[in-house]
Each structure stands twice: as C-alpha cells, then as structure tokens.
C-alpha cells in the first residue's frame, strides 16, 4: 500500500494506464510541460512523450473534437478541462456527440473517452473556477458520471472509466486534492468495487445522509458530531452520479426511515432532487419524514471571500439531519 494524496492517485493511474495500453493518449490545457495547474500530469510527458501527452491551445472544444477524432480510430483518450467553469465551450461537443454517437450508430461506435473535470468550490479561486455542473451531464443519456471522494477511489475508479467503452465524466473534489489515503496501487481491478456502485462510508441506524465528491468528508465529520448527541447517520458515498446505485440507497433507507442529500451544486433540479424523488417513489411506505437537501443556493457562484456561506458545512448538514429527525432547528432553535 501507498499513502498518496488524491492528486498523486490520479497521477499514479493516469502513469498506470500510459502503461498498460499504447492507445491511451492525454490531452489538454498545460498538461505536459507544466504538469497540469494542480500538478495531477506532473512527469508523465517527460516518461512518455510529448505524442501521448499532449500539451492543446485553450480551445475546450477542440479538446473534446480531437478526443472524438482519436476515439474513432481506435485511441482512449483522456481529456483534461482545466478548471470546472471552462467545460461549457465543450459543452455541445460531449451532449451532442459524445454521448450520442454509440445509439446513434447502432452500437458501431464506442466512444472509450474520458473527460477529467476539476470541480467544486472551497479553494479561493476567481470566477468561472469553482462551479459544481455535475448535474447538466447526468441530465444527458449516453454518459457516465463519476467522482472519487478518496485516493483509492480516485486511482481505481480513473483505471476503470479509461478501461471502458463508453465516455466517462470524471469529477475531481479539487478541494480534495492534498488529502492523503492508502492506496493499493497493484489490486486487480477486476476485483475492485465496480465503478458504478455507492459504497457505506459509516453506518447508522436513524438517519441516511448521502453525499458525493467533496462533501463526503464533510457528511462524515458531521456523522461523527452527532454521534454524540445520541444520533447514529449512515454515510453513503455515491461514488457514481450516472448511474446512480439506488439499491444501496433504497436499503439504507428503508432501515433508517430518513433521508439527507448534501452537495454543493446547486439545490434546483440538481442531483439531491432527483435522488429525493426516486427514493420517494421506491421507499415511500419506509419514509418517516420528506427526504431533505442540503445544497449549494440557487445563485451563480459567489466571490471567493463569500464561498464559505454558499457551501454546505457541519453545521447545516446537522441542521438538515434535525430537520429529517423533526428535532429543533440547529440554528434558531425553532420547530421547522
């Protein structure tokens, strides 16, 4: 086992699929010289050339045009967008082609790309460098849409989204970056979780909180805090946005009675609504109180020196767990 930080994980997968299949080839903003604004590409054009790492313009959609391209002939590419706000001038490309391509030819076309976003808030970053647009992919058939919350998972789900055929969009906590895990860097990822499956970070018996990327450390900071009132929340990492592992969900719920969404994208039509309504339609006979989210606002992304307010933390996590179990609101002490 390694203890690496989540970027070293990346980069250690990234190093392990370079090695493993010639048709791997990286492409985007910075990545090869520089080694990538967060380092996640550090060293690997110098190991393995400036033709599978390769350095583009600042032109996101012709990052993911040239992937197409590659992904046609054969290639597995795996793109870097360089800050989360900067996808949307690839936005038509991966919506309109990418996810498409395989129904629309009748499963001729495969398209075993991989689309690594960094995204979310809480590093200080100027505009357009902090936004959460998970949701506007999950929203789109034809896509997966992952995000790790842990080094091992960072590593080995970043090996299984480039071992498959079909375009996978992989969300990375930047503000997870520098946390440090164990990683089993010779596993057989046949054997690993599947990339598709959430996994139960605690478990607990009162309430359900369900998180994903950023947040999971957060969920579990506040499961821990409310342990010691007496309250026992069990954490799920979703692990996988597209498709969701709703049967892990749908357990847990069914033994707890509640349910809590936190994330930090935004609360409308966001990812929390859609888990809230399918755990409804399938546990509503379990539920002893509505499913409760925790979100980012309805607003574009605050200033840096704002971002705090906008984020989800402990304390309204705790709050929406009061909320579920109908205790006093944590913050004015009022019934909700």
């Known amino acids: 086992m390694s203890n690496l930080t989540l970027t070293q994980a990346i980069n250690a997968g ?24 967060f380092r996640v590409t550090d060293g690997l054009m110098k190991d393995f050339g400036s033709h599978r790492v390769i350095d583009t313009p600042l ?43 395989h129904a629309r030819t009748q499963g001729m076309v495969r398209m075993p790309m991989t689309i690594r976003v960094p995204f979310g808030g809480g590093i200080g970053s100027p505009e357009h460098h902090s936004e959460s647009p998970e949701a506007y992919f999950v929203h789109t058939s034809g896509l997966r849409v992952i995000s790790p919350s842990n080094p091992q998972d960072a590593y080995t789900m970043l090996r299984q989204a480039i071992a498959s055929d079909d375009p ?15 990683v089993d860097l010779e596993g057989d990822l046949t054997a690993a979780p599947a990339m598709g499956s959430a996994r139960i970070v605690e478990a607990g018996t009162d309430v359900t909180l369900v998180s994903y990327g950023p947040l999971v450390k957060t969920a579990v900071d506040a499961a821990r805090a409310a342990a010691g009132e007496g309250i026992s929340i069990e954490v799920i990492d979703l692990r996988s946005l597209s498709p969701v592992d709703y049967a892990t969900v749908q357990e ?6 509640r349910l809590v969404i936190t994330h930090e994208a935004a609360r409308t039509l966001g990812i929390g609504a859609e888990l ?27 200033p840096s020196k704002l971002e705090k307010h906008h984020l989800p933390d402990l304390d309204r996590i705790l709050d929406g767990v009061d909320r579920a179990l109908g205790r006093p609101n944590s913050h004015t002490g009022l019934e909700y």
Do not use: M, W
């Open 14 to 37: 990234l190093r392990r699929a370079l090695e493993d299949d010639p048709k791997v080839v990286l492409l985007g903003e910075d990545i090869g010289t520089l080694g990538g604004v």
């Open 59 to 101: 032109a996101e959609s012709a990052i993911i045009g040239t992937a197409v391209g590659l992904a046609y002939r054969g290639f597995r590419p795996v793109c870097e967008i360089q800050f989360d706000g900067f996808i949307y001038p690839g936005f038509d490309q991966i919506v309109s082609q990418v996810a498409k391509l």
């Open 168 to 182: 996978v969009l992989y969300f990375e906590p930047k503000r997870r970056y520098h946390v440090k895990g164990e």
């Open 252 to 257: 847990s719920v069914q033994r707890t009675g």
């Open 276 to 302: 809230a309504a399918s755990i409804t339609e399938r546990c509503f006979n379990y539920l002893e109180s509505a499913p409760v989210r925790v979100t980012g606002f309805d607003i574009p992304y605050p």
